[in-house]
């Protein structure tokens, strides 16, 4: 059984009245369905106007026809829901096929490759039911072998969500110590100062503490420069040339770009902007502040106009607080008042010559940051942890919707005797 969904009539009399949330395809996410996101009510005789081929039911399967293509996800309870045009109801026949194995199957990327090939469009790609329909479902005739595969995937699923509320969990942590430690930093016993147990002072961006100062960037960094300021002639192979996406692409620098320059303008290029390793590199066109540390086993590299290169005074200035500081986001308060008037499309490098800086003694600047890389380092495991999840449930969906690998000598096993 299926039926697609209609566009609700927002401007409907009894729009808004009731209490039957209309799924959309915004809230349709792959796996599951997301209600924090902006969903329309409406009341029981609307919803009986609009679902006139019956109620959604727990247990049936939604799919997204465009805009997203291709999002699955399973009614969670029995609560009525009205269907938006872009959302088409899929029961499965319960003689034959498990709600779940199909929910998997749709998921699947032998089904979606399916579905993109029948697709259509310009501005958005999607799929007319008329193709959709004759897509052929791969389903082993046993249903416990079904359910079986079902299980196998759900569980797989559920170490990816948790892992995932992990990660964010740990996110917040973070941003929390980071908070509290740059505002207020830890003393010498390791211990977070607070105005009740420390003496803090005012200054010109708040309150800090006695031994800390609010310096310019200039004043902490030896070097602030941004790359060439005209498009190179790009080569195969040579000395990589990093642009903001090698900055944004990854947690770290991007040194495998897709734009390469000659060693001859490499040479010519870092008489202007000389990277090295422990230089900090901030985007400053397109996507503001991202910054980077440039790690000791960096090769030679060539920066665009569109990345900055700050080089912090080592006596005084780690290049950590010179990325914590746009890490944070903190810079962004200060660059709408330096830009007010022009818009945010840019930094300037007068911006970063006039940001202030939380500026503790060198030796705290080591705490602090012993402190944030650690918790840096549990996120990145999570990360880790997580993306050999999603891999490993590739390879099981491959294998098991397919029927390259089969479940059937699990079920076949007799019990131990005892």
């Not at 399916?114 to 697709?119: E, G, N």
Request: charged share 25%.
């Amino acid at each position: 059984m299926d039926f697609r969904g209609r566009t609700p009539k927002k401007l409907d009399m009894e729009w808004g009245s009731g209490e039957i949330p209309a799924l959309s395809a915004n809230n349709v996410e792959m796996g599951k369905i997301n209600f924090s996101k902006e969903c329309y009510l409406a009341s029981d005789a609307l919803y009986r106007k609009w679902m006139t081929k019956g109620d959604t039911q727990k247990g049936d399967v939604v799919l997204t026809t465009e805009a997203p293509l291709g999002n699955v996800a399973v009614i969670p309870d029995n609560q009525k829901y009205i269907l938006s045009q872009r959302v088409i109801l899929l029961r499965a026949n319960s003689a034959d096929l498990c709600s779940d194995y199909l929910s998997h199957y749709l998921m699947s990327e032998c089904f979606q490759n399916l579905m993109c090939q029948q697709s259509s469009g310009t501005t958005a790609t999607g799929i007319q039911r008329a193709k959709l329909e004759p897509l052929l479902i791969k389903f082993p005739s046993s249903k416990i072998e079904q359910t079986q595969i079902a299980a196998v995937l759900s569980t797989i699923d559920r170490a990816i969500t948790q892992t995932e509320a992990i990660i964010a969990k740990q996110q917040r942590i973070k941003t929390g110590l980071m908070q509290d430690l740059l505002t207020k930093g830890i003393d010498e016993n390791g211990n977070i100062r607070s105005e009740a147990t420390h003496e803090f002072k005012d200054s010109a961006i708040g309150r800090i503490p006695v031994e800390w100062e609010i310096v310019s960037m200039e004043k902490i960094t030896t070097k602030i420069v941004d790359g060439i300021h005209h498009k190179p002639n790009y080569v195969r192979e040579g000395v990589p040339f990093i642009v903001v996406t090698d900055l944004t692409s990854s947690e770290g620098i991007n040194f495998n770009p897709s734009r390469f320059v000659t060693e001859k303008d490499h040479k010519e290029f870092y008489k202007r902007a000389d990277p090295q390793a422990r230089d900090v590199l901030v985007t400053k066109d397109g996507t503001l502040g991202v910054a980077r540390i440039v790690p000791d086993e960096a090769p030679s590299f060539s920066i665009f106009v569109s990345v900055a290169l700050l080089r912090p005074k080592v006596t005084k200035c780690s290049p950590q607080l010179l990325w914590s500081f746009f890490d944070s986001g903190r810079f962004l308060a200060q660059l709408g008042a330096l830009s007010a008037g022009t818009g945010l499309a840019h930094i300037h490098l007068e911006h970063f010559r006039k940001f202030q800086i939380h500026w503790m003694p060198i030796d705290e600047q080591k705490r602090i940051f012993d402190v944030i890389e650690h918790q840096q380092s549990l996120l990145k495991q999570q990360s880790q942890c997580l993306e050999k999840l999603k891999h490993q449930k590739i390879g099981l969906m491959q294998d098991l919707l397919t029927g390259k690998v089969r479940v059937t000598p699990l079920l076949e096993q007799k019990p131990a005797s005892r």
